[in-house]
């Protein structure tokens, strides 16, 4: 953890997440279970993402761990593969992460077994997070991260287990948008000491619609059960320039662990960066429309495309 400690002492600390919709997205995922079995069949794939998303500026090369837990294996009957998921997850996060002096992050998340009301439960919740986290210990990271948790004490179970002494940091990620997310900043920032994490999903939510599973689209009949929630999000996708004004105003509030989750793609994370004042190896390819052919101000632009231009 003193490595991250370090970095945000230095300045803020950028986190890519989102692995799970952008697998979803490339067929190598099923939405619903939202299991990681990409992590298996497909190695070579994430080692790619998490370097497209530290290309972008990401500080953190985050093991794709989430939802390879024991109750969600079990959901689609490859619980014999619980270990051996998560050892090659975090192996893979290792490895990209040395190559660009990255820090590496476990990660474990909500159970889905957690009731309030059912001690019993509790237990259970404590042995899944007890297995990920020692799997992410052996394996080096420089601290997990325990996300899209509910319950507050399922995240102090999490906690516990991670970390007897505290959290590093602590704040949002998931569900809710930036239009939605950035006005609970505030009150996190005045009640906490610390550092302040906020990572949305790059979707327009709502103050009537203030998640994105909440989200409806009433101008498209044809999407089953009507819930856009999770494959028919793309009318309401954020803009980059929207994810990097988010980090802007929620830096300025005082958040210092900055990112994106779950719909997230490198040009989000590029933005978000360069809001931040960094220019990472992504910034090389960042829009520059005094060179398009028709809408350029560039000398060698014809003046017979921008005079059409005005008729696109």
């Given at each position: 953890m003193s490595k991250l400690l370090d970095r945000l002492a230095a300045g803020p600390v950028i986190c890519a997440e989102g692995y799970l919709f952008e697998f979803e997205r490339r067929g190598y995922l099923q939405a619903g279970a939202f299991v990681p079995e990409v992590?298996?069949?497909?190695?070579?794939?994430?080692?790619?993402?998490?370097?497209?998303?530290?290309h972008a500026g990401s500080d953190v090369v985050e093991?794709?761990?989430?939802?390879?837990?024991?109750?969600?294996?079990?959901?689609?009957?490859?619980?014999?593969?619980?270990?051996?998921?998560?050892?090659?997850?975090?192996?893979?996060a290792k490895e990209v992460a040395a190559e660009h002096d990255s820090l590496v992050a476990g990660n474990i998340c909500n159970t889905n077994i957690y009731e309030p009301?059912?001690?019993?439960?509790?237990?259970?919740?404590?042995?899944?997070?007890?297995e990920q986290v020692a799997w992410a210990a052996e394996?080096?990271?420089d601290f997990v991260i325990a996300e899209t948790i509910s319950y507050a004490q399922e995240a102090l179970l999490a906690l516990e287990v991670i970390e007897d002494a505290g959290a590093a940091v602590v704040g949002l990620n998931c569900m809710?948008?930036?239009?939605?997310?950035?006005p609970l900043l505030g009150e996190i920032r005045d009640a906490c000491q610390?550092?302040?994490?906020?990572?949305?999903?790059?979707?327009?939510t709502t103050e009537a619609e203030p998640t994105f599973s909440a989200l409806t689209d009433p101008d498209c009949d044809v999407i089953p059960d009507d819930r856009p929630f999770p494959v028919a999000l793309d009318p309401f996708t954020c803009n980059r320039y929207e994810m990097g004004a988010?980090?802007?105003?929620?830096?300025?509030?005082?958040?210092?662990?900055?990112?994106?989750?779950?719909?997230?793609?490198?040009?989000?994370?590029?933005s978000v960066a360069e809001a931040l004042g960094r220019t990472p190896p992504a910034s090389r390819f960042s829009a520059d429309m005094s060179r398009h052919a028709y809408f350029g101000t560039n000398e060698r632009i014809s003046s017979v495309n921008q005079e059409y231009s005005s008729k696109l």
């Open positions: 992590v298996l069949e497909e190695p070579a794939l994430v080692a790619d993402l998490h370097r497209q998303f530290v093991a794709f761990t989430y939802y390879a837990h024991r109750e969600k294996l079990a959901l689609i009957g490859r619980e014999g593969d619980l270990e051996l998921m998560n050892r090659q997850a975090l192996k893979i009301d059912d001690p019993a439960t509790h237990g259970l919740v404590r042995d899944m997070f007890t394996a080096g990271v809710r948008g930036p239009r939605t997310m950035l610390g550092h302040i994490a906020a990572l949305p999903v790059p979707y327009r988010f980090a802007k105003a929620a830096h300025d509030m005082g958040v210092t662990y900055l990112g994106v989750c779950c719909g997230a793609g490198p040009h989000h994370i590029r």
